[in-house]
């Protein structure tokens, strides 16, 4: 192998495929990034099997090769050589690569390609098509609320169904309910549904810049892999098995009380409950007042030993309100949602201390989240 | 098919096969014969592990002539006289099988003499019969020679591990022996070499120093009996510094009996509960004594298992007894500079003029004491709570440990450890006192159970609740969780309440384990750690609120948190004692 690029594409390259290398691993090829030649473009690869990220970065081809070398030290080195050509040199028997930038140069030893894990292909099936900045809203607005733990894995993935022109993103802890629908670009003929990992769209939401050309994503027709376009970046993720809770079940279709409310002052208000819920229990307290002229949340959180507070904001509120319009939750499953939320309105919706609580966008129709209270003594 | 009566011949094999399953059992037998028979010395000696040959000879009351016969029977016992005997069983034996046992399938020379014959009676017996009778000299006691032990049960006879296995089961047996005997002197020669010889002086320390050895058991406390009517509990247990991978260090006697009961040992366990770290467990010699018809030992013929009547009752005054001890222990691990007294006392005794110590002093420190004073060699004699209270801080080292005066020495507290006790406690406090908080689940966990799991929830119900988990019935047998305590919700929330449905002992424990790790992690988080270089009055505060926490003595993780180097051992160092 023998090729020239510029520094500045090599080491952009390697950072988009670099988040999909290992960093620990049993297998130690996994940590290494896999260069190819294809069509006059320099192939980049990394996978920790979950995951795979290949881009193509244009170079100038002498001669055709593949290897596999250290990601983290290719990159590291890359990264600090001036903003020049490289040129890069690889004997096919040596298993070691020669790097030569104007006046440095580096040899790092590799391994055979032969060894690295054969990338999954995906190019049966329906073509889906997402506005790029919807995408990344979407993971913004659902990926945080699936689950961390492994207790049921099934959490851990994002619920995705396509239907004719619509699509919807699902994820629940266990606690909360991140729901968002969205319109596709091009309406399909199928209707499918899958579940992919949540830190997997994580990773695809970083991947969207500010292009604007749609995000293509086909899924296998045995529903085991998918592959993401994102301009020249190939992501193939493993899609998970087992089945998702009935989310749509657990979004509650009525409610006694109804808030409209500025965004940030709610957001405000619970930042400064949180204050003294941080060295508490972590909860927040919301209580619905309407007494005729002024009408609004009252927000309070208490710790123990060192004492409570109470702030309150203007909102409309609909409904008919009473000392039972009150309910509690875990400041962090509040402050994670308004956090995402940003600006506007917000619409929050209750029935009482023991049922789940619903947040809404004014801004935003396609999106609720559902929210489980605490049970405290009042 | 004809059904047919078995054959004696048969029919006794069949039996025996039962109590004698390999040459321990033979051992067990015998050596609780001679124990029931009053004996205070008795020797057992094997050759490759009792393989070849198991003689076994005390100084008990012997057997009768006229009777001497009798005892190779099936059924033929001194024990038991009446049906109303088999409830108030005070005997180690009672069926009357063992001899009739052994006898079926080997070899039996036995010579027994009573206190009040002249001559002993020498009886050869062969495959269950009588080979002949005759008279010799010997003195008061039974000795039984058992040799060719399966000679006609060649099934059994492959099934034996080597000699070597067989041989260490017999050791271990006659440990037991010595740890629940403490008044009758036993020695084990195996091959013709002697292993060891337990001193027989009813002291149970110096039992249990023949099993353990010296430096062990002179750290072992004697457990502090919790007084209940009908049950006695007594026996050494291990200091929290005492702790083994395995349960293999707890042996249960009840009665006199050594026993395997899964809910006792878990009650010790329980009573150690971080005291020592997790997966450890402690090591006890523990002897409970019961109204004898309140146990019912005649479940199996080996009679290592025994039903009681009242368990929860002996459950918990175990629990209590061991806790009691542990809690009147200062607990504080002593270090030794030395692994042996320097010999100054007899040569340098000339210069001790010069010293602050008179000479008789000294004189007095040369007789050699065995087992010191137990609570003057571990504890200095004072409970921990007082030892903290004696602590005067001096200063810090390494920025990690506070440097104290105090009772009867110098004191090392490890600050990260000792803050974390401290906080530990507290979270753990507000979260089991305080409001219960409970994180309600979007969508309810419902759990499949079995008939003793629901019973056991439903009788556990109010401290299902008021642990923070809401539990309601769900249709036959299932159940469903709508909630659970907030402090574990991140975690595995249904898998900690299996853990506190399941236990093996089916005892309430009161706090998961989850729980209790959880706490631990944000008591770790939260507290100093090694390297904050602490003022005077942050440390004599650490000390302060260290004092009034349940279990001073470690960290929740089960490290130490204090460290001791006395006086004395300071003085023996500079020469002064």
């Known amino acids: 192998m023998k090729i020239s690029c510029l520094q500045q594409n090599l080491s952009r390259g390697l950072a988009i495929v670099g988040r999909a290398v290992a960093t620990r691993s049993n297998l130690p090829v996994l940590q290494n990034v896999k260069i190819s030649t294809q069509n006059d473009m320099l192939v980049l690869t990394g996978t920790n099997l979950d995951i795979a990220i290949t881009t193509k970065i244009g170079a100038q081809i002498e001669e055709e090769g593949e290897i596999t070398i250290p990601a983290r030290l290719l990159t590291d080195f890359v990264n600090t050589l001036p903003d020049d050509r490289i040129d890069i040199e690889s004997s096919a028997d040596l ?33 889906i098509k997402i506005d790029p900045q919807i995408l990344k809203e979407t993971v913004d607005y659902v990926a945080f609320a699936a689950a961390t733990e492994d207790s049921r894995p099934v959490l851990t993935g994002i619920k995705v169904e396509v239907n004719n022109d619509d699509f919807t993103f699902a994820a629940a802890d266990g606690f909360r309910l991140a729901v968002y629908q969205g319109k596709l670009v091009d309406s399909i003929d199928d209707n499918f549904e899958f579940i992919i990992p949540a830190r997997s769209m994580q990773e695809i939401g970083r991947l969207i810049g500010t292009d604007s050309s749609p995000v293509e994503f086909i899924v296998t027709p045995a529903g085991t892999h998918a592959l993401f376009n994102i301009g020249n970046v190939e992501i193939v993720s493993q899609l998970m098995p087992g089945s998702f809770p009935n989310y749509r079940s657990l979004i509650p279709e009525n409610y006694k009380n109804q808030v409209l409310a500025d965004l940030s002052d709610f957001t405000n208000a619970v930042k400064t409950a949180s204050i003294f819920a941080r060295d508490g229990s972590g909860i927040v307290r919301i209580q619905i007042v309407n007494n005729g002229d002024s009408a609004g949340l009252s927000i309070s959180s208490r710790a123990e030993e060192l004492g409570e507070n109470q702030g309150e904001i203007d909102a409309r509120v609909e409904g008919e309100v009473d000392e039972e319009s009150r309910i509690a939750f875990n400041n962090k499953y509040l402050a994670d949602v308004l956090d995402v939320l940003g600006d506007g309105e917000v619409v929050f919706e209750m029935t009482g201390a023991s049922s789940p609580g619903v947040l809404r966008s004014i801004s935003k129709p396609g999106y609720t989240h559902v929210v489980m209270p605490m049970f405290v003594q009042w | 098919m004809t059904i047919e ?17 390999r040459p321990v059992s033979v051992v067990k037998e015998l050596v609780e014969n001679s124990i029931d028979s009053g004996a205070t010395i008795i020797t057992v000696d094997t050759i490759s592990g009792g393989l070849d040959q198991i003689k076994i000879s005390d100084n008990g009351s012997g057997i009768n002539s006229t009777d001497s016969h009798l005892v190779f029977e099936r059924f033929a016992t001194s024990k038991l006289k009446t049906e109303h005997d088999l409830m108030q069983i005070s005997t180690l034996g009672f069926r009357g099988e063992a001899l009739f046992s052994i006898a079926a399938v080997s070899e039996i020379e036995m010579i027994t003499k009573t206190s009040s014959e002249k001559l002993a009676t020498q009886i050869f017996v062969d495959e269950g019969k009588i080979n002949s009778t005759s008279y010799t000299a010997s003195a008061t006691g039974t000795m039984i020679c058992v040799s060719n032990l399966f000679k006609n049960f060649p099934a059994r006879k492959k099934f034996m591990k080597s000699p070597r296995s067989e041989a260490s089961k017999i050791t271990t047996l006659i440990q037991q022996f010595i740890l629940c005997n403490p008044s009758i002197s036993f020695e084990l020669i195996q091959n013709n070499n002697r292993k060891f010889v337990s001193v027989g002086n009813g002291n149970l320390r110096d039992a249990v120093s023949t099993v353990y050895g010296v430096d062990v058991t002179s750290e072992m406390l004697e457990i502090i009996e919790d007084y209940n009517d009908d049950i006695r509990v007594s026996g050494l247990i291990g200091s929290v510094f005492q702790h083994r991978q395995n349960r293999s260090g707890i042996s249960l006697y009840i009665n006199g009996r050594l026993v395997q009961n ?52 002996a459950f918990s005054v175990l629990q209590r007894s061991v806790r009691k001890t542990l809690n009147s222990d200062s607990l504080v691990k002593k270090v030794s500079i030395f692994q042996t007294k320097p010999d100054f006392s007899i040569q340098n005794s000339e210069i001790s003029e010069f010293w602050p110590i008179s000479k008789s002093n000294i004189e007095d420190n040369k007789s050699f004491d065995r087992f010191p004073n137990h609570k003057e060699f571990f504890s200095n004699g004072s409970s921990l709570k007082e030892t903290l209270d004696s602590l005067i801080v001096i200063g810090q080292i390494s920025d990690t440990y506070i440097v104290c005066e105090g009772y009867n020495g110098l004191y090392l507290i490890d600050q990260h450890a000792a803050h974390e006790r401290i906080l530990y406690e507290r979270i753990l406090f507000r979260n089991l006192n305080s409001d219960l908080e409970i994180q309600n689940f979007l969508d309810p966990f419902v759990l499949q159970v079995d008939e003793i799991q629901k019973e056991f929830i439903n009788d556990n119900l109010p401290t299902i609740h008021s642990l923070g988990y809401l539990v309601e019935e769900f249709g036959n047998n299932s159940i469903i969780i709508r909630g659970v305590p907030k ?59 260290l004092k009034i926490t349940d279990n001073p003595n470690n960290c929740p993780h089960g490290r130490p948190t204090l460290l001791t180097v006395d006086t004395k051992t300071i003085e023996t160092y500079f020469g002064r004692r």
Not at chain 1, 105 to 115: F, L, R
Not at chain 2, 5 to 21: C, F, M, R, W, Y
């Open chain 1, 95 to 127: 298993m070691s690569v020669s790097l030569k930038c104007l006046r440095f140069e580096a040899n790092i030893n590799g391994t055979d390609p032969a060894e690295f894990p054969p990338i999954p292909t995906v190019d049966e099936g329906s073509t």
């Open chain 2, 5 to 21: 009566v078995l054959d004696p011949k048969i029919s006794s094999l069949i039996a025996a096969g039962e109590v004698i399953e």
């Open chain 2, 262 to 313: 899964r809910s006792l040992s878990f009650s010790l366990e329980q009573a150690y509960h971080d005291h020592i770290p997790n997966k450890k467990f402690p090591i006890g010699i523990i002897k409970l004594e019961l109204p004898f018809d309140e146990i019912d030992v005649n479940v199996h013929p080996a009679k290592t298992e025994v039903r009681l009547i009242n368990e929860n009752k």
């Open chain 2, 487 to 545: 402090i574990i919700s991140t975690k595995d929330p249904v898998d900690s309440f299996m853990e506190l449905i399941n236990n093996d002992s089916r005892k309430f424990m009161s706090v998961p384990s989850v729980f209790e790790k959880i706490v631990a992690t944000m008591a770790c988080h939260g507290s100093v750690r090694a390297g904050d270089k602490l003022e005077a009055i942050e440390m004599e505060n650490l000390i302060e609120e």
